[in-house]
């Protein structure tokens, strides 16, 4: 049980339950679709970049909490962020769930914390990763979307 | 023979099956996961294997290893007898009529595309029909879709309604002149209905048309027989029969294989070739290119032994009754709804639950020990049917037991206390 309360945090399920800039962004200057076929998780994200800053940033979709506790958390994390900030906290977190990053502090890592219980269940780490794989693509103005398989 | 149903019914009074005199024979069945005892039901991907298919793979490679049809040699000589035995054992399992019209290849999937590529290619032309149903393995749909591509025919579905049952009546109705060729699921995998396809086989037959059936589900589960079934061809594989993986069966009517081309060639399948001019074997060797999976072909022989070794009706009851059980305690389940719910079900538990993905629950319940599949269980068309993305597929094999039911049931609990 221990372990899956380090999975499933507090603000995993709080996300899961009431995602955060859950809806469709008008006027957003990059959409890009991003699934995991294999479970079927399937999001849309849309984002408002301007001047090279993320000034605005949303998503739709459906898919397991983790997936979406995910894609919350890093709406929230990025608006106002540079692109190459945005693409720090991008490799920041696929270390951490990779179990890459050890020793870090908390303080560091702000709410990307509750999602550090993710390294020990490899099968989920495909999850985590799909909002944020599916950001930095749209960062990078690619169009195919993106799948983890 | 009798339908499933009759099988349910007559065994009622009979002896009954007792689980535990085969768990034994199962060694994986007494290993842990994650610190807690294997509960394995996930059988609908693959069962697990007994010590005697174990055992057969290994002496075939210590023992008998060399290669079949070939050599005068006694090594060669006894792997050819041993070999062309397990199609005596084939044959008899299903009660086809000949050896020669028993197949060996892959699996159901190749089984499949054999008769697509083969039968389809050569009878299937542009605007025919092939008509499939709602609930197919994605190896049941996407051959055939191969095939219309190639060919400019259209393939139909026949729908299913909410319960998950094929829809007779839109069924007959999309059979016309068009249609050249049925292909249907006995049991399906996401939901596990049992479709009445006798009555299916004999609507289609009336038509003229011949009728594939994918066994794959439905063999793990209850005695099969090809000739009272009346269907053109059967599929299965023997790693969800207890046997090992890259080895199936596709039984075909022998006049039909016949005027077959063959599917794919090379040794084996010839009798004599020139750069000018090859003749092809006779059935079934036509259809076998290459050298078999031989070691795993001995394998599903001592898997129809292990099987034949049971008292089949009375397994296919305590299977039912088994799952009757697990309906009952998972569907009372407050927020948990089974998808599904066919009058005939073998074998396949699918559900959802509110407010908790299938993939969460799948990770939740491994970790309690409890292997279940979550996902589409490559049957895509039926989520979309029912507007989920995917279930929880919790399956049974003749080795399950009500105890891990009751353990699902709390993993199950164990979801809901995570996810409050
Ligand atoms: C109904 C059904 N058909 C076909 C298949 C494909 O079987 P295989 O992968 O062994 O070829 C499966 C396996 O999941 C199945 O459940």
Same mark, same amino acid.
Do not use: C, Q, R
């Given at each position: 049980m221990s372990e899956l309360r380090a999975l499933y945090q507090e603000i995993i399920l709080e996300h899961n339950k009431k995602p955060r800039n859950f809806r469709k962004l008008e006027h957003a200057t990059r959409t890009l679709e991003g699934y995991n076929p294999l479970c079927g998780d399937h999001y849309t994200l849309y984002l408002k970049i301007e001047n090279d800053t993320v000034v605005d940033i949303s998503f739709e979709g459906a898919g397991c909490a983790i997936s979406k506790a995910s894609a919350s958390v890093m709406t929230t994390m990025l608006k106002g962020k540079s692109k190459d900030e945005a693409q720090g906290l991008f490799e920041t977190f696929h270390k951490l769930v990779t179990g890459e990053?050890?020793?870090?502090?908390f303080e560091t890592l702000g709410k990307l914390a509750a999602f550090a219980g993710v390294s020990e269940f490899p099968a989920r780490v495909k999850c985590a990763s799909l909002a944020w794989h599916t950001m930095r693509n749209a960062l990078d103005a690619q169009s195919e979307p993106v799948s983890t398989e | 023979m009798q339908t499933y149903q009759d099988i349910l019914t007559s065994k009622k009074s009979g002896p009954g099956f007792d689980p535990d005199l085969v768990r034994g024979s199962f060694p994986i069945l007494n290993t842990t996961v994650h610190g807690k005892k294997l509960v394995y039901l996930d059988n609908a991907a693959t069962t697990q294997k007994p010590e005697s298919v174990i055992k057969a793979l290994d002496n075939y490679y210590r023992q008998l290893n060399s290669n079949i049809h070939r050599g005068v040699h006694s090594l060669s000589e006894k792997a050819t007898e041993a070999y062309e035995g397990v199609r005596d054992k084939a044959r008899q399992f299903i009660n086809? %009529?000949? !050896?020669?019209?028993i197949i060996f290849l892959r699996g159901t999937t190749e089984g499949i595309n054999l008769v697509a590529g083969s039968y389809g290619r050569s009878n299937v032309g542009q605007g025919d029909e092939v008509l499939i149903t709602g609930l197919e393995h994605h190896s049941n749909i996407v051959p055939w879709q191969m095939l219309c591509n190639q060919t400019g025919a259209v393939l139909k579905v026949a729908p299913i309604d909410d319960k998950g049952e094929v829809i007779l009546s839109e069924f007959e109705r999309l059979i016309g002149p068009k249609t050249k060729i049925v292909a249907i699921a006995?049991?399906? !995998? %996401?939901? +596990?209905t049992v479709n009445p396809v006798k009555r299916m086989v004999a609507i289609a037959h009336a038509h003229g048309i011949p009728v594939l059936l994918d066994g794959a589900q439905a063999v793990p589960h209850f005695r099969i027989d090809v000739r009272d079934l009346d269907c053109d061809f059967y599929a299965f594989s023997a790693h969800k029969m207890y046997g090992p993986t890259g080895i199936g069966i596709l039984y075909g009517k022998q006049r039909i294989l016949e005027a077959m081309p063959p599917y794919q060639g090379g040794g084996d399948m010839i009798r004599s070739v020139t750069f000018e001019k090859t003749i092809f074997n006779d059935l079934p060797h036509?259809?076998? %290119? +290459?050298?078999?999976?031989i070691a795993d072909t001995i394998g599903i022989g001592a898997a129809f032994d292990f099987l034949n070794g049971l008292d089949w009706d009375a397994v296919s009851h305590y299977e039912h009754e088994l799952l009757v059980y697990a309906s009952e305690v998972i569907g009372a389940i407050p927020g948990l709804r089974i998808v599904g719910t066919a009058r005939e079900k073998a074998g396949v538990l699918s559900f959802v639950m509110d407010d908790v993905h299938p993939h969460d629950i799948g990770t939740i319940l491994d970790r309690e020990g409890i292997a279940v599949r979550t996902g589409h269980h490559c049957a895509q068309p039926v989520m979309l049917r029912f507007g989920i993305p995917a279930t929880v597929r919790a399956s049974f094999a003749l080795y399950n037991t009500k105890e891990e039911v009751d353990e699902l049931v709390r993993g199950i609990y164990t979801v809901k206390e995570v996810f409050h």
């Open positions: 990053l050890k020793d870090i502090s | 086809a %009529a000949s !050896n020669m019209e006995h049991v399906s !995998n %996401a939901l +596990g036509k259809f076998e %290119a +290459g050298t078999p999976s």
